[in-house]
């Protein structure tokens, strides 16, 4: 059974740090691309960044470009969000997914095969 799985959410007050973590079982991560997306309630789902196969290519949000690094250990079959500097605004359920998607259609969360469940992250006073 292919699986996605994150991790590493939880509840960090304006300007601390969490990092997320994607595990997969069932298949391995390093023919794919990966991304992380977000959805805060009553929003659309939005790309957050994305990682080539091998880890050569990244890209980010605007919103985000400075503060997150995405990184991946193809050894560990595990995709990695670290998040600085975080402000209430990044505030959403976290998705990794898990696809053959290139150039800026990594945006578009229609263009991914595998989900995982999310992982909540919560920024707040």
């Known amino acids: 059974q292919l699986q996605l799985v994150e991790s590493g959410g939880g509840l960090v007050q304006p300007g601390g740090s969490l990092r997320l973590s994607c595990a997969a079982s069932?298949?391995?991560?390093?023919?794919?691309?990966i991304a992380w997306f977000r959805q805060a309630p009553g929003k659309e789902r939005e790309g957050v960044s994305c990682?080539?196969?091998?880890?050569?290519?990244?890209d980010y949000a605007d919103s985000v470009k400075g503060r997150f690094a995405i990184s991946r250990d193809n050894a560990k079959n595990t995709v990695y969000l670290q998040m600085n500097s975080l402000k209430p605004e990044d505030t959403g359920v976290y998705y990794c997914?898990?696809?053959?998607?290139?150039?800026?259609?990594?945006?578009?969360?229609?263009?991914?095969?595998?989900w995982g469940q999310g992982t909540q992250v919560t920024v707040s006073s």
């Open positions: 997914a898990a696809g053959g998607v290139t150039g800026r259609l990594w945006e578009s969360p229609y263009e991914w095969d595998y």
């Open positions: 069932g298949f391995t991560l390093d023919h794919y691309a």
């Open positions: 990682i080539s196969s091998s880890g050569g290519s990244t």
